[in-house]
């Protein structure tokens, strides 16, 4: 790396305080949006409610679905009344969604809660990414991006790590604490999003009005498809991308639990666990530098996938201690990985009205993958093979990134020789 680039990534310069403000107010949008108090407690709230164990996890299945199904639709409506607005609505749709199981605590209840709760998130998922990105460089100070996106994300690990161990406590005093709190919280969001200051629509041609493609909903979706047909390196890194994001998920949503029990470690402490891993993850969140000084941002995006999965494969040959320990070197890579991710798909989309749209076709990526591996983890695990599962991950990750890697060094080589003339 270029010895200016490394001084640049080094020294920490304190932006204007309009861009601070916005940074702030992204940081308490992104913290109060996240902080879903009933995450520790929810299937032992719907398993009180009368719900069954099938009813459960449908619902988790059509949540998914729907989340995959909204992401294009909402991408649209970002890009066409603004990332702002459309964050807004994010978080009305997620105050209206919590308080949906207090009112009606029943599948049906439930149901449209996590529907609800979809359209939410499908709603800011690009949107807030988006616009962070797009407001920092539209006033100078894009070389904040990396460190605002990790930032926030370290600050709503920790507000979830102080409020999480409370949770069990509260539900006691008041049954529906837990989705008050957390539709308390949205609420908050949304006074951040209110709060945020408006930017100009990008203008890809220089011109001062709206291109005539965004009329149509049809030829919106054309002219976002061919913004992904002419950058040539964003697909790529889009499959580069699904590493962290399915590692991630399916490592504490799906295996986090069988995974411990297989250990022979005791229910009542995966709490502790996961809130070491919560620490661990926040601490890199908040350090995107240590590597980025050092390493290209796809080098560093690559190495962390692969200590991601390593970090899973080594828990094959480790007993309790040595499993926590690994999880929480894998929670660690994963929350310095994220913001530079983001920060490489941000880079790799041209200037375009379609930055939302586009970010949304990545997400439906990373959940369409995640689907798919979440339903081999189900056979792994029927069928006791959790060890296959975790070693088979890592030489698919390793694989799916070398694949990646070679595609992008050759898309590198061939930029050089076109930008020096030789054939």
């Not at 105050?95 to 800011?124: D, E, K, Q």
């Not at 949107?127 to 990396?146: I, K, P, R, W």
């Not at 049809?218 to 950058?231: E, F, H, N, Y």
């Not at 390493?295 to 007993?319: E, H, K, N, R, W």
Request: glycine share 8%.
């Amino acid at each position: 790396m270029p010895l200016s680039l490394r001084t640049r990534v080094k020294r920490r310069v304190r932006p204007p305080a309009a861009v601070l403000r916005v940074i702030r107010l992204n940081n308490g949008f992104q913290l109060l949006f996240n902080l879903l108090w009933w995450m520790p407690v929810f299937y032992q709230y719907q398993k009180q409610a009368g719900l069954s164990d099938s009813q459960i996890f449908g619902i988790q299945s059509v949540y998914y679905v729907a989340f995959c199904l909204l992401e294009i639709p909402t991408g649209f409506i970002a890009d066409r009344i603004g990332q702002r607005r459309c964050m807004q609505l994010g978080a009305a749709a997620m105050t209206a969604a919590n308080l949906l199981p207090v009112a009606s605590p029943s599948f049906a209840g439930f149901m449209a809660h996590f529907l609800a709760i979809a359209t939410a998130r499908s709603l800011v998922s690009g949107a807030s990414s988006a616009y962070l990105y797009e407001y920092l460089h539209e006033h100078g100070a894009g070389e904040h991006y990396v460190q605002a996106e990790g930032t926030a994300r370290a600050l709503g690990l920790w507000a979830k790590i102080a409020c999480w161990p409370l949770v069990g406590v509260l539900m006691d005093v008041r049954h529906e604490a837990p989705y008050v709190l957390t539709a308390l919280s949205t609420l908050g969001s949304l006074a951040c999003a209110a709060a945020l200051p408006a930017i100009a629509a990008p203008r890809p041609h220089g011109g001062g009005e709206p291109p005539a493609e965004r009329v149509g909903l049809l030829d919106s979706a054309r002219q976002a498809a061919k913004v992904l047909g002419t950058s040539r390196s964003l697909g790529p890194l889009m499959v580069q991308g699904v590493a962290i994001f399915t590692l991630a998920r399916i490592c504490q949503v799906n295996l986090f639990q069988p995974l411990l029990l297989e250990k022979h470690l005791p229910v009542a402490d995966h709490g502790a666990v996961l809130s070491a891993m919560t620490v661990a993850e926040a601490v890199g969140s908040a350090r995107t530098g240590w590597l980025r000084g050092r390493l290209s941002d796809t080098t560093v995006v690559t190495v962390l996938s692969v200590v991601m999965a390593l970090t899973l494969a080594a828990t094959t040959l480790s007993g309790a201690p040595g499993t926590i320990l690994w999880l929480c070197v894998f929670a660690a890579a994963a929350g310095l990985a994220y913001p530079v991710q983001r920060n490489l798909i941000n880079a790799a989309i041209p200037p375009t009205p379609y930055r939302a749209t586009l970010l949304s076709v990545e997400s439906i990526i990373d959940r369409g993958v995640c689907a798919l591996v979440a339903l081999a983890v189900g056979a792994y695990l029927a069928a006791d093979r959790l060890d296959a599962l975790l070693v088979h991950a890592a030489a698919g990750t390793c694989l799916l990134l070398l694949v990646v890697g070679v595609v992008l060094g050759r898309l590198r080589r061939d930029g050089a020789r076109t930008a020096t003339g030789r054939p």
